[in-house]
């Protein structure tokens, strides 16, 4: 992550948020969104605009931690085959989405976007779908929110954390 003044530094927070696979909750409205199919899935086609939108300001967000740095090293990570996008498209329009990193069961989540409702909680819904279709183990959210909670988030101890990391290393999966 970016430090205020520019500086990359790694983070490795303790406790650790992770969203439970196997536990991912979809509530009520969200689960009649998907069924009326109001966005179209789409994976890897618009990377560097996911990266950016989500670095850009947003009410609650003025400033981010995605510097131009950051966004030219996932860049290249993305060209290598390791960051990916989940992208919701409504109409042609990029209206949300994620982006993280694959290696081997893990996916790292980095951060996501919303330029229309639900559009970010629906690329999250395909996410997970697909990680575990995928024999994924661990998704990392490095930190815990309030909006992450609401779908079965939790916070778990380094330890806990490096345990499951070494499982999902050891996974033999493909994003």
């Known amino acids: 992550m970016a430090d205020d003044d520019g500086t990359i530094y790694w983070y490795d927070p303790d406790p650790r948020a992770v969203l439970p696979l196997e536990s991912f909750h979809v509530s009520r409205s969200l689960q009649r969104v998907l069924s009326r199919r109001e966005?179209?899935?789409?994976?890897?086609?618009?990377?560097?605009?996911?990266?950016?939108?989500?670095?850009?300001?947003?009410?609650?967000?003025?400033e981010t931690w995605i510097s131009s740095e950051i966004i030219e090293a996932y860049v290249r990570l993305h060209k290598l085959g390791f960051a990916h996008s989940v992208e919701a498209w409504r109409n042609g329009r990029l209206a949300g989405g994620l982006y993280g990193v694959a290696l081997n069961g893990l996916f790292a989540g980095e951060s996501m976007f919303s330029r229309e409702s639900n559009a970010s909680?629906?690329?999250?819904?395909?996410?997970?779908?697909?990680?575990?279709?995928?024999?994924?183990l661990l998704l990392d959210i490095q930190f815990l929110t309030e909006h992450l909670a609401q779908f079965g988030a939790i916070e778990i101890s380094r330890r806990a954390y490096q345990q499951k990391l070494a499982a999902a290393l050891s996974q033999p999966a493909g994003f």
Do not use: Q, Y
């Not at 890897?44 to 996911?50: A, K, L, Q, R």
């Open 121 to 136: 909680k629906v690329a999250l819904a395909a996410l997970v779908e697909h990680l575990c279709c995928r024999n994924f």
């Open 39 to 62: 966005f179209e899935i789409k994976f890897d086609t618009s990377f560097e605009e996911v990266i950016r939108a989500c670095a850009a300001p947003a009410v609650g967000r003025e």
